[in-house]
């Protein structure tokens, strides 16, 4: 069982920069052998996959669409995935969430099975 916790979503304005954090509680399996990702989802859109960080070295993985701007990084100490996200735009206006799963390797569906509660950001122009 993993419990997911987001936060540092806010206001920013564009060109701004904002780091997400996703605290992570398990029960059995180390947070270090989970595979971690964040999605995010607009209003009135469909969720969509941001980044992935598998565990053991199996990869990190962007959407076109952030790559070169956002940056997936993992504490295993302190069981939190972040998420920095610099060169915002409006269209990153979201709610961002971040989820986990046991498999090795890029995950880029939703079939993961924890899921945080969402936090959200807006960028505003």
């Known amino acids: 069982q993993v419990q997911l916790v987001e936060s540092g979503g806010g206001l920013v304005q564009a060109g701004g920069s904002l780091r997400l954090s996703c605290a992570a509680s398990t029960s059995g399996r180390t947070f270090s052998m989970y595979t971690v990702g964040w999605f995010r989802q607009a209003p009135g859109k469909e969720r969509e996959f941001v980044s992935s960080?598998?565990?053991?070295?199996?990869?990190?993985y962007y959407a076109d669409s952030v790559k070169g701007r956002f940056t997936i990084s993992r504490d295993n100490a302190k069981n939190t995935v972040y998420l920095q996200m610099n060169s915002l735009k409006p269209e990153d206006t979201a709610v961002y969430y971040c989820?986990?799963?046991?498999?090795?390797?890029?995950?880029?569906?939703?079939?993961?099975?924890?899921w945080g509660q969402g936090t959200q950001v807006t960028v505003s122009s």
């Open positions: 960080n598998s565990w053991g070295g199996g990869g990190t």
């Open positions: 989820a986990a799963d046991s498999r090795y390797g890029t995950i880029r569906s939703f079939s993961y099975d924890y």
